[in-house]
């Protein structure tokens, strides 16, 4: 896993609610909106993410067991807040750094590269 689970349990709790006040208008971040397996509550978790014209490609920093990555997967989409909107996302699934090159900048993908980001989630824009 690239991130350790011990800091994502703290950027759960501390970090994560600060960074949603910018990852909704930041370039190359996002929130997913997504709903709990279990317990059914609405989170709202900061991503990278990069808009590949009809798909999303989410970096999966603490890669693809993150409790997130599986509510989307189990739920078949989420919503995501990006650049100041709400866009539905359906059919998730997972890649690999190959696949999702072209989506992700140069300087992004070395940055991932020393966070040993090696997974990605893509996710298509659902009809209006």
Do not use: K
Not at 9 to 27: E, M, S
Not at 41 to 53: I, K, L, S
Not at 68 to 74: D, F, I, K, S, T
């Amino acid at each position: 896993m690239p991130i350790p689970r011990p800091v994502a349990r703290v950027n759960r709790w501390l970090v994560n609610p600060l960074a949603r006040a910018v990852t909704d208008r930041a370039p190359w971040f996002g929130t997913v909106v997504h709903t709990g397996r279990r317990s059914g509550r609405e989170f709202r978790t900061p991503v990278n993410v990069f808009d590949a014209g009809n798909e999303f490609v989410v970096a999966l920093t603490y890669g693809a067991e993150a409790d997130w990555v599986r509510n989307v997967l189990a739920a078949r989409g989420c919503r995501l807040m990006h650049r100041g909107r709400e866009i539905e996302l359906r059919d998730p699934r997972l890649i690999d750094e190959d696949e999702a090159q072209a989506a992700v900048p140069a300087v992004v993908r070395v940055a991932l590269g020393v966070l040993n980001v090696h997974d990605y989630l893509t996710l298509s824009r659902a009809a209006r």
